[in-house]
């Protein structure tokens, strides 16, 4: 069936940059979806990419597509505290989401 | 500016309970869905819907039903609670449905209800 896998944790210095990889498995998914959660909250949309493009720039926000891949990245530039989070890659299959197990982004002075 | 509301937040019952979680959005979306979360495991999804009177299941729907008689609201009833259903669930809508029943649009979740099952 369809899967998405991404790596469960990532530890950077505040200041770096964080890269946030995700690799799926539907080919025929019309947008990729970055999600954040922070603990006791629900997903916020962070960003999304339409299957035809290869990179979306959205400020700090950087996505790279592979699609012959199926790989899928976030980069963070300058990460901060208040990028401390759970960071959820999804494909947009037929219906429906279908989602990572999540990586734990952790930010550390 | 509700967007997408549950209710309610935290809830705990005993096996063999029912109960019914809350959905309603106010942006006269489409699409809705439910999805439960548990450690390690992602989002999976419930049931959705594409539109009033239109339900289908997702990948894990036993054990739970729901219905969709109105565009805002799309509760979710747990039949018979059982431990295993112990999770956070979270309810998301969309726009709309593009061709071919795809929700080719950006979920907007819900603040989650958190579920305990003793």
């Known amino acids: 069936g369809e899967d998405v896998e991404q790596s469960l944790f990532l530890s950077v210095r505040e200041g770096d940059s964080s890269v946030i990889n995700c690799t799926y498995t539907?080919?025929?998914?019309?947008?990729l979806y970055w999600y954040k959660q922070e603990p006791g909250a629900g997903l916020q949309l962070l960003t999304y990419i339409f299957s035809n493009m290869d990179m979306k720039q959205d400020q700090r926000l950087t996505v790279l597509l592979n699609k012959k891949d199926k790989h899928l990245s976030l980069r963070i530039a300058d990460t901060q505290t208040g990028d401390s989070a759970i960071y959820f890659c999804a494909s947009g299959g037929y219906n429906k989401l279908i989602f990572g197990a999540g990586t734990r982004l952790a930010v550390h002075p | 500016n509700a967007g997408v509301t549950q209710t309610p937040k935290f809830q705990v019952l005993k096996t063999g309970q029912s109960m019914t979680l809350q959905c309603a959005q106010d942006?006269?979306?489409?699409?809705m869905s439910w999805y439960r979360q548990d450690p390690g495991m992602g989002l999976r999804l419930i049931h959705y819907s594409v539109g009033a009177g239109i339900t289908d299941q997702g990948e894990v729907p036993n054990g739970y039903n729901v219905s969709r008689s109105t565009t805002e609201d799309f509760p979710l009833r747990l039949l018979s609670a059982a431990p295993s259903q112990t999770s956070v669930y979270f309810c998301a809508s969309s726009p709309n449905v593009g061709d071919r029943g795809l929700s080719n649009q950006p979920q907007h979740f819900g603040d989650g209800t958190r579920l305990s099952i003793l």
């Open positions: 539907d080919s025929s998914s019309t947008y």
């Open positions: 942006m006269n979306h489409e699409y």
